[in-house]
């Protein structure tokens, strides 16, 4: 593929009439004025003083590039390949829970605007679509199902069911999340969408969980919920169990440390997410671009190692892409894009994301992703 062949998107972003914000400042600033002030400080917000949502930016920025010219780069192969299958790029959209907080359509409208990419979708467990609601919409495009641990295992181990049997493709148990993190703007703005029943789609629709509780009336499912979602006892042998539960690949999303990539690769884990939830859990904890290089050299290519937090633009895609990760989420840019205008804001970030990183890994001297841990990268 020529990198700049399909130059649409492009053109569009530049003779459209309808205005449609390009860069990350500028979307945040639209979503702002679609969204409640509760819901907006929820998506924005890191936890405490928001030290390590800063610096998940500020990390990208000191890092640059040293690139390559007087090569041939007119063909661009941004293909990846990740447990037996090829995405057309290492672009992918992290679980974000509660997305009607955006826009009414939610989780449907970013799944779908994710299809038309072929970009893989990960649903959140606490989603206001469930499982199926989405696999119905979206047909055989790449989905892969994001599970926050229940304390009632089975509840867990039914909804990877679910998922395996609605066509899911991977699990993604997130291992940073055992409690809700000190989030400062939601106990400002009184805010909590769990209770406000925002996320309860995938267990008002699960058997084993609704089996699980006295009364099944609206409060008594928060409550249920809330008894669930915080799960502090989540511990290895958790995701051993897990492992005898699916045949799907499993990905650990939320390692930052070394020996936790090493006991991930032990385990017979599938894939690794280096992330630090973007910021909205312990604040303080190192920025994930920074982690990503010590997790790349420990698991030395055992495992493909995925990576999240702080990704605003094409550039830092590559940026990840140069020091070892295999593919990138990202998160709250596509939300304020669901924000903005619904699955076409999703299609449009996504559409932005993929000309930027096509044209940054040209503009470096590469032509293929696969090569791109070959760029150097300088601290400066
Ligand atoms: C509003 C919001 C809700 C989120 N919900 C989930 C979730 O349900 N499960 C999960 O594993 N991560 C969740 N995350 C974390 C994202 O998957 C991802 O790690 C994070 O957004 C990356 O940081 P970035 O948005 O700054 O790029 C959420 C993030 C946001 C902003
Ligand atoms: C205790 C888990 C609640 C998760 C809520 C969704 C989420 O991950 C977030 O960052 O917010």
């Known amino acids: 593929m020529n990198p700049i062949e399909d130059k649409d998107v492009l053109l569009q972003n530049i003779s459209s009439s309808e205005y449609f914000p390009i860069t990350y400042k ?19 917000s890191g936890a405490g003083n928001e030290e390590t949502l800063r610096k998940n930016e500020e990390s990208f920025s000191k890092l640059s590039f040293l690139p390559r010219f007087l090569r041939d780069v007119s063909e661009l192969d941004t293909s990846v390949q990740l447990f037996g299958r090829t995405y ?9 829970g509660m997305q009607k907080l955006a826009h009414k359509e939610g989780e449907i409208a970013s799944a779908k605007a994710a299809a038309t990419h072929r970009v893989p979708f990960v649903l959140s467990t606490v989603s206001s679509y469930s499982i199926e609601d989405v696999a119905n919409a979206t047909g055989d495009s790449p989905k ?3 599970l926050y641990w229940s304390n009632n295992e089975e509840i867990s181990f039914n909804m990877v069911k679910r998922a395996e049997e609605a066509g899911f493709e991977a699990i993604v148990l997130t291992i940073d999340t055992p409690m809700l993190g000190w989030r400062v703007e939601d106990i400002r703005n009184r805010f909590s969408p769990l209770k406000l029943g925002l996320g309860k789609a995938n267990y008002e629709a699960d058997p084993v ?5 006295e009364n099944q009336d609206a409060e008594s499912i928060i409550h249920g919920i ?17 492992k005898e ?24 884990i599938d894939g690794i997410i280096v992330s630090n939830h973007g910021g909205r859990q312990l604040d303080g904890v190192i920025s994930a671009i920074d982690a990503l290089p010590l997790i790349v050299e420990e698991v030395k290519g055992a495992v493909p190692v995925l990576f999240d937090s702080g990704i605003r633009r094409g550039t830092d895609v590559v940026k990840a892409l140069a020091l070892g990760a295999d ?10 894009g669901l924000a903005v205008d619904g699955q076409n804001g999703v299609e449009k970030v996504l559409a932005n994301f993929i000309e930027e990183t096509k044209i940054s890994i040209s503009l470096a001297g590469i032509s293929s992703v696969k090569d791109l841990p070959a760029l150097k990268i300088v601290t400066s």
Do not use: C
């Open 26 to 44: 500028e979307l945040e600033q639209e979503a702002k004025q679609t969204m409640s002030v509760g819901g907006f400080g929820y998506v924005r």
């Open 245 to 268: 539960r699916t045949s799907l690949p499993i990905l650990l999303k939320g390692i930052l440390h070394p020996e936790d990539a090493r006991l991930a690769v032990e385990n017979g």
């Open 88 to 96: 057309p790029y290492p672009i992918f959209l992290a679980p974000v």
């Open 209 to 213: 969980f609704l089996r699980s509780l």
């Open 226 to 242: 809330l008894n669930n979602i915080n799960h502090p006892t989540l511990n290895w042998k958790h995701v051993a169990a897990l």
């Open 327 to 336: 593919a990138v989420f990202i998160g709250r840019p596509f939300i304020y």
């Open 144 to 146: 892969w199902f994001q």
